[in-house]
């Protein structure tokens, strides 16, 4: 925005500035020759407008120009300031800047100042100011080209647009944290539930153990005491086979 602002103030300054070196030194001679018979600088009073038309009617053209102008900053305002639509805030820019420098003209001397003559193709005297209009308009037409949404969806029908998707862009938003603020409600609602109803609930009764229980009881026995009571006798008589064998033996 401060870009097209300096933009817009400078080529003002520097359409007064060359208009106030041509009333310097253009006016006492009328016309300086740059190339003969092709560019002449040549100092011109213009009471109407552009090839002189509505001469005289200066307080027509002045209301004509304060409503253009009134017009174009509206546009000028409402006009998103971003990349894509540069050319075409650059085109207001120029445009303002130079309506802006000829209604100065004829509202401080009624008339304008006219110095660039173009004899090679008989063109009309022009100024600085009619130069940043015609290449401003040039400039428009090949944006808007660019840009055919600005013919379907004008810039204040854009920007409503933008501003009903923010605010609906917000209210979605808004809406979203309130559906999920009851959800995190019932959640830590239902997790303090929990805790009362464990807090509430009663011990549970150990089970008995229902294994039958053996009770031992060690005797202590006394010393040197053996299961085995052993009494030595005579030894077993053999049996009559292995007496019968040693007989024959013995015979033998």
């Known amino acids: 925005m401060l870009f097209y602002i300096l933009f817009i103030i400078g080529g003002i300054v520097v359409d007064q500035l060359t208009k106030y070196l041509a009333v310097t030194f253009l006016s006492p001679v009328t016309t300086v020759p740059v190339i003969p018979h092709v560019f002449h600088l040549t100092y011109v009073e213009n009471t109407g407008a552009a090839f002189s038309i509505f001469a005289g009617k200066q307080i027509f053209l002045i209301l004509l120009t304060l409503i253009f102008i009134v017009v174009l900053v509206y546009f000028f305002v409402i006009m998103p300031k971003t990349k894509r639509y540069f050319d075409v805030n650059l085109a207001l820019s120029m445009i303002i800047s130079g309506a802006v420098g000829n209604l100065i003209d004829r509202i401080r001397l009624n008339y304008v100042i006219d110095f660039f003559d173009v004899r090679l193709i008989g063109f009309a005297i022009f100024n600085i100011a009619d130069i940043f209009v015609v290449v401003g308009c040039i400039l428009m037409v090949i944006a808007i080209f660019r840009n055919k949404e600005l013919l379907n969806d004008p810039p204040s029908l854009a920007k409503k647009k933008r ?90």
């Open 163 to 252: 501003q009903r998707a923010e605010q609906t862009l917000k209210k979605s938003k808004t809406s979203a944290k309130n559906n999920n603020a009851p959800a995190e409600r019932t959640a830590e609602d239902a997790q303090g539930l929990n805790k009362d109803v464990l807090s509430k609930r009663k011990p549970r009764k150990r089970r008995r153990n229902l294994e039958p229980e053996v009770k031992t009881k060690i005797e202590k026995l006394p010393e040197h005491y053996s299961s085995i009571d052993f009494e030595p006798g005579p030894p077993p008589e053999e049996p009559e086979f292995l007496q019968h064998k040693k007989k024959k033996n013995s015979e033998d």
